[in-house]
């Protein structure tokens, strides 16, 4: 791909991430409940999933060799909802139905869905064994679609994970990638406060994943990660992307208060103040 070509792309791709997170917030804003940092800070990454790295057609949603994404920190999935709507699974009008009596946009994700959720999620720690099944039955079946799973940091101090971690790593399960999204927080603090996870990357090669880290938030890092999975062929592949919680929201970044709460009108307004502002930073930068 010519230079100027995968620049170009690389910045549509940025660009789409900040409408994610504007949609996050004014989501959020209308439902009055839900969960801001994770979401904002995960938007880099399903931007370039959905709008680069993921064989889908949101018109055919059901489509055989589709590759299957599997959200297992159910809560963040406001992210996954703008994503799904902005690529073109459903109107974006409905995105503004969030957690609302009736809607298809639940407060945790429910299988098909909205068109092109690929799995019910709820409780913490499961969403990698559902991953780990699907990856083995394409792999049972020959079947060449790839599976991704992203997960949040602290569901790391459930069981249930090192189970099937010790499961992906023992059957070779190379078509499919985990993603976690390390931001060091969780609903009444910090990580590693908590429950320490560290050293991880450690741990992790110990239960024969093949471990990258990369900038959460770099969409180039994001793409070549998700191409080096493709490229090992003889394990899973992990990939712990260090975010930022709030991403690009000043007020909101870092701060494990905003793990569970939504902005109000005048924060919502301000954070979209914020958005627009770096939205046409990006464009000027790449004009």
Not at 228 to 242: C, G, L, P, Q, Y
């Amino acid at each position: 791909m010519p230079k100027h070509s995968h620049s170009e792309e690389i910045a549509k791709i940025e660009e789409v991430a900040i409408e994610l997170r504007k949609s996050v917030i004014e989501m959020l804003l209308e439902a009055g409940s839900g969960h801001s940092a994770g979401p904002l800070g995960t938007a880099d990454i399903f931007a370039s999933l959905y709008f680069h790295i993921l064989n889908i057609d949101p018109k055919n949603p059901q489509m055989p060799d589709r590759d299957r994404l599997v959200l297992s920190a159910g809560h963040i999935c406001p992210i996954l909802y703008a994503t799904l709507a902005h690529r073109g699974f459903f109107p974006v009008s409905e995105l503004k139905t969030l957690r609302k009596l009736g809607t298809r946009l639940q407060g945790h994700p429910h299988i098909n869905e909205p068109p092109g959720v690929e799995n019910t999620s709820g409780p913490l720690g499961q969403g990698l064994s559902q991953a780990i099944g699907m990856a083995l039955s394409a792999k049972l079946n020959d079947q060449t679609h790839r599976v991704y799973c992203v997960g949040s940091d602290a569901e790391l101090q459930e069981g249930q994970i090192w189970e099937a971690a010790m499961f992906a790593g023992n059957n070779h399960l190379h078509n499919l990638t985990w993603i976690i999204d390390r931001n060091n927080i969780q609903i009444d603090g910090y990580t590693e406060d908590i429950m320490p996870l560290e050293p991880l990357r450690q741990k992790l090669e110990a239960f024969n994943w093949h471990v990258l880290e990369i900038d959460g938030h770099n969409v180039e890092e994001i793409i070549n990660a998700c191409d080096n999975a493709k490229a090992i062929f003889e394990r899973a592949t992990v990939i712990i992307a260090h975010t930022i919680p709030g991403k690009d929201v000043d007020f909101m970044q870092y701060k494990f208060e905003w793990h569970g709460k939504p902005p109000n009108r005048v924060q919502a307004e301000k954070a979209l103040k914020e958005l627009r502002t770096l939205a046409g930073r990006i464009r000027s930068e790449h004009d």
